[in-house]
Each structure stands twice: as structure tokens, then as C-alpha cells.
T-cell receptor
Framework: AQSVAQPEDQVNVAEGNPLTVKCTYS??????LFWYVQYPNRGLQFLLK??????LVKGSYGFEAEFNKSQTSFHLKKPSALVSDSALYFCAVRPTRDNAGNMLTFGGGTRLMVKP | GAGVSQSPSNKVTEKGKDVELRCDPISGHTALYWYRQSLGQGLEFLIY????????KSGLPSDRFSAERTGGSVSTLTIQRTQQEDSAVYLC?????????????FGPGTRLTVL
């Protein structure tokens, strides 16, 4: 069975500084990896996904994530944080094998707080 | 509509009552998923529908939970004899297809409170 770990419950960053939200995964075979963001009282919004190809994936709102197969990680990054980036971030994995099920397995979420 | 819609947005019920939660997926999306977001538990997969195929029910926590998808579109999640531990936000998502890694689009959720 696949699993996702987000080791930090909360990340605090000053506005303008770079941010990293960590994610590691465990899956049989190759993964599809996703990042979602949840703003207060809103549904989950898709940020970006890794399928294949370049390890650095660019997504919405200036976010990017780097797939590292050897470390089984998919950390979310942004060069310069905004106060409006403050939200709950979820990493998710899906195995690529067709018979492995199609649901996403989510990490526990990391709350990002960007201070002015 | 433009996105996934869910109703009601909030539901308060008494322990032991049955509840129905509704999801309208994005038009044309053949795959539909239900997840549960509990305080301190993260997001938990419940059930998945793909077209007219038999649903994947592997995430349903008990036989009190069931779901239907009529006409390949609208879905209803039913919880019978609700318990306090059922209190959570129930999220519905849809995607274009189950094959290929199409991203899932989530609705705003239904917040269920069982008193």
C-alpha cells in the first residue's frame, strides 16, 4: 500500500523568503505525485503534478516541486512567499500501475503561515 | 456548473439518524471520488466510481456507509445510523478519466456534525 508523509505540521516563513514544504512517499513502482492547497473554508485546489520527464515541475501561483526518486521525495517550493500563500498544503500519491487503484493517498497536510 | 458542487454545505444531525450527501461532478467527468477529512486525520479515501463500472468501495469504513452514482453523473453518499465519529468534512472530487494521471477537482465539501 502507498503512503505519504508530510513531516511538518506547520511551516512558518517571512514574506519574501523562499519556502519549502516537505513530502516523502512510499509506493510500489513509479508514482504519480500531486500537490493540493486548501484555503480556509474552501475546497482543495490542484497546484501541480509530476507524471514523468523533468524532475522539476512548475505549477500554479509560482509554486514548483522537485521529484527526487532516490530520496522518494516531492518537496514543494516557492522562491518568494506571499502572505496570501498561507493555507493548508497536501501532498498526494497515486501508483502508475492500472490495477493498483485510482484513488489518491494524501499526506496529513502542512499548514503554511507566511508572516508580513 | 463550472466546478464540482456539493450539498448541503453543512449538516447537523443526531446520533442514530441517517444522512444523505450529494455531489454534482463537473460535466463530462467520468470518474468520481468521495473522501473524508477529519480533524487531525487528514484526507481519507472512501469510494470511487468510474463510468458504469462497479465502484471501488475499499475505503468505506463500515457497512453503514454506502454510495450511489445515478446515470454516471450525480452521486449520493449515505451514512446510516450516524455516530459521533462520523463527524468530518466529506469531499467529493471528479476527474476526466480514471486512467492517466488527470488531476482530481474537488468540491467545497459537506461539513457533517453528529451530536
Amino acid at each position: 500500500a502507498q503512503s505519504v508523509a508530510q513531516p511538518e505540521d506547520q511551516v512558518n516563513v517571512a514574506e519574501g523568503n523562499p519556502l519549502t514544504v516537505k513530502c516523502t512517499y512510499s509506493v510500489s513502482g513509479n508514482p504519480y505525485l500531486f500537490w493540493y492547497v486548501q484555503y480556509p473554508n474552501r475546497g482543495l485546489q490542484f497546484l501541480l503534478k509530476y507524471i514523468t520527464g523533468d524532475n522539476l515541475v512548475k505549477g500554479s501561483y509560482g509554486f514548483e516541486a522537485e521529484f527526487n526518486k532516490s530520496q522518494t521525495s516531492f518537496h514543494l517550493k516557492k522562491p518568494s512567499a506571499l502572505v496570501s500563500d498561507s493555507a493548508l498544503y497536501f501532498c498526494a500519491v497515486r501508483p502508475t500501475r492500472d490495477n493498483a487503484g485510482n484513488m489518491l493517498t494524501f499526506g496529513g497536510g502542512t499548514r503554511l503561515m507566511v508572516k508580513p | 456548473g463550472a466546478g464540482v458542487s456539493q450539498s448541503p454545505s453543512n449538516k447537523v444531525t443526531e446520533k442514530g439518524k441517517d444522512v444523505e450527501l450529494r455531489c454534482d461532478p463537473i460535466s463530462g467527468h467520468t470518474a468520481l471520488y468521495w473522501y473524508r477529512q477529519s480533524l487531525g486525520q487528514g484526507l481519507e479515501f472512501l469510494i470511487y466510481f468510474q463510468g458504469n463500472s462497479a465502484p471501488d468501495k475499499s475505503g468505506l469504513p463500515s457497512d453503514r456507509f454506502s454510495a450511489e452514482r445515478t446515470g454516471g453523473s450525480v452521486s449520493t453518499l449515505t451514512i446510516q445510523r450516524t455516530q459521533q465519529e462520523d463527524s468530518a468534512v466529506y469531499l467529493c472530487a471528479s476527474s476526466l478519466r480514471h486512467r492517466n494521471p488527470h488531476e482530481q477537482f474537488f468540491g467545497p465539501g459537506t461539513r457533517l456534525t453528529v451530536l
